[in-house]
T-cell receptor
């Protein structure tokens, strides 16, 4: 089952505009990761935010985390055509024996940046 | 540092056959996780190996199996292939298993088509 749900499912913007994607999750977490996937290819790791962090930046990316609302957002500023991709949030599974690396992914946001 | 590599990148098989996929993690990483991605089910966790031991397993039938070698390379095997096994298979590499700081890095995937 999908732990996270991204919103919106699809987003179309013009180059230079900002893109914001939201992710909601269901269980308590110790971190949340965002990934980008270009059309049928592998996932590219964008950023990891820990549960004790509220905001994190990496280049044109800004991620926020609100553990009280069980939600996160990814902001891409000054978007480029090359940012066109699907974006996923992923959270570690809570119910693992002795820890582990099982990630539960959201359904993804398809971002299209037009020239 | 070289990234996660997966071989082969593309594979076409027929129903009833078996297939073995390979994943080489980033040097120094000891955890390898496998995921299946389909348009209908999204990204789903198959299993994780850490230091040659399976740590966690997803909700997949016994036809899906894996192993990890002493050099951390991992293989995934699917026996008696079904049409529904057609998917992008992704492996993820990380330095350790679990924890709030544990980033997971994905390979480019193996696209399996079952005819």
């Amino acid at each position: 089952s999908q732990q996270g749900e991204e919103d919106p499912q699809a987003l179309s913007i013009q180059e230079g505009e900002n893109a914001t994607m939201n992710c909601s999750y269901k269980t308590s977490i110790n971190n949340l990761q965002w990934y980008r996937q270009n059309s049928g290819r592998g996932l590219v790791h964008l950023i990891l935010i820990r549960s004790n962090e509220r905001e994190k930046h990496s280049g044109r990316l800004r991620v926020t985390l609100d553990t009280s609302k069980k939600s996160s957002s990814l902001l891409i500023t000054a978007s480029r055509a090359a940012d066109t991709a699907s974006y996923f949030c992923a959270t570690p599974s809570e119910k693992l024996t002795g820890g582990g690396n099982k990630l539960t992914f959201g359904t993804g946001t398809q971002l299209k940046v037009e020239l | 540092k070289a990234g996660v590599t997966q071989t082969p990148r593309y594979l076409i098989k027929t129903r009833g056959q078996q297939v073995t996929l390979s994943c080489s993690p980033i040097s120094g990483h000891r955890s390898v996780s496998w995921y299946q991605q389909t348009p209908g089910q999204g990204l789903q966790f198959l299993f994780e190996y850490f230091s040659e031991t399976q740590r966690n397993k997803g909700n997949f039938p016994g036809r899906f199996s894996g192993r990890q070698f002493s050099n951390s390379r991992s293989e995934m095997n699917v026996s008696t292939l079904e049409l529904g096994d057609s998917a992008l298979y992704l492996c993820a590499s990380s330095w350790t298993s679990g924890g709030p700081y544990n980033e997971q890095f994905f390979g480019p995937g193996t696209r399996l088509t079952v005819l």
